[in-house]
């Protein structure tokens, strides 16, 4: 009985996705759609990446989460355009929550927008916004097996980026294990080894995210 | 459109949620739903549980994953019953998966009954199964915002595990805060602190809950 509302949420969900794609391919606007578990560095990541592109690439962001604004404003202390979404209880974004934040933005100052889903191994990784490409954050507190059972996510994902590597020292995980389980899931995948705490690792990952933004343009 | 939907979905799952609880009751075993996002810890307080208590409770135990069966191999390796379900693409376990696992499982022989929900901060908490109480780890590593940001948890848990506090000198985490907000939430929750890599706090916790089982029996 489940599984057909799934499928037709899905479907209508698919059809607002698309919708928003032509906007963005309108507005030449890249959007990333940036997921994973509670507290595994999303909203960090977000600062270091706005701290190093700022100057060079013009930034939104949105916000998702069940409630609270807190990650909203610590995006706009960055002086970046960010628009909170509240999703009540749903443990997801979808197409539609994207359209409804359109109104908020200056589309023709932006050149990359960032979607900070709700915090979720799971769900996210099933709806579509409108995005360019998705990328995910595993912290590596989470554990080395966490590839192997939440495969979705890293199937869908361009990019896994492995944050909290300070802490290697002090907790049980091998990055070369959830490296290996995660190409073996999708072999495309671009790996990044990170400390948003410390810094390590990010100016590699800018570095690339850079190049991909100005690539999408010239494509245009 | 679609809260009407899901409302359907959890009146449903209620109704079996609530033949679940008539069936533990005839057969007198208590039951916990434990909850927590991805790698927090829930199999290794299992583990741990599970070390300190078979000698006197008979417990069995029911993994949820998406997929792989690892987990419940952990805990088999313990000498106790236990059952994996693969959820497919599910990110919560619901009442009807649960008595799926019925024919599985000897009753007669067993006195408490622990179910290892997926990992999932959010979507878990919305779907009863006929459990006896709720309860939840949240591993100091996800950051002290956790309960502002996804209240519904910690408001239908009735405890709350803090675990992984060896990392403590080394992430910036306040539990003093988790804890205040958490009891803002829900000023009934049962905190206690716990490390499941150093066994610190174990005995606490599982003192109380042998307690517990014991209550219920005298009940019934």
């Given at each position: 009985m489940k599984i057909p509302i799934v499928r037709n949420i899905l479907e209508a969900n698919d059809r607002i996705a698309q919708e928003n794609r032509k906007f963005f391919d309108k507005n030449d606007i890249t959007v990333l759609n940036l997921m994973s578990s509670p507290g595994a560095g999303k909203t960090s990541l977000l600062e270091r990446t706005i701290d190093a592109l700022k100057k060079d690439i013009r930034i939104g962001v949105i916000e998702g989460d069940i409630q609270s604004s807190h990650d909203a404003e610590r995006i706009a202390r960055k002086g970046i355009p960010a628009v909170q979404i509240n999703t009540?209880?749903?443990c997801h974004l979808d197409g539609n929550m994207i359209r409804?934040?359109?109104?908020?933005?200056?589309?023709?100052?932006?050149d990359l927008l960032i979607v900070e889903n709700?915090?979720?191994?799971?769900?996210?990784?099933?709806?579509?916004?409108?995005?360019d490409f998705k990328i995910m954050i595993l912290s590596i507190t989470e554990g080395d097996d966490k590839p192997t059972k939440y495969p979705l996510m890293f199937r869908e994902s361009r990019v896994l980026l492995v944050n909290k590597i300070d802490l290697l020292p002090y907790v049980d995980c091998s990055i070369e294990k959830i490296k290996k389980d995660a190409l073996h899931i999708n072999p495309h995948l671009i790996i990044f080894e990170i400390s948003?705490?410390?810094?390590?690792?990010i100016q590699t990952w800018t570095d690339w995210l850079k190049g991909e933004v100005k690539l999408n343009k010239n494509t245009w």
């Open positions: 009540g209880g749903a409804e934040t359109f109104s908020e933005f200056r589309f023709d100052e932006l709700v915090g979720n191994l799971v769900c996210p990784a099933e709806f579509k916004m409108g995005e948003c705490k410390t810094g390590e690792g």
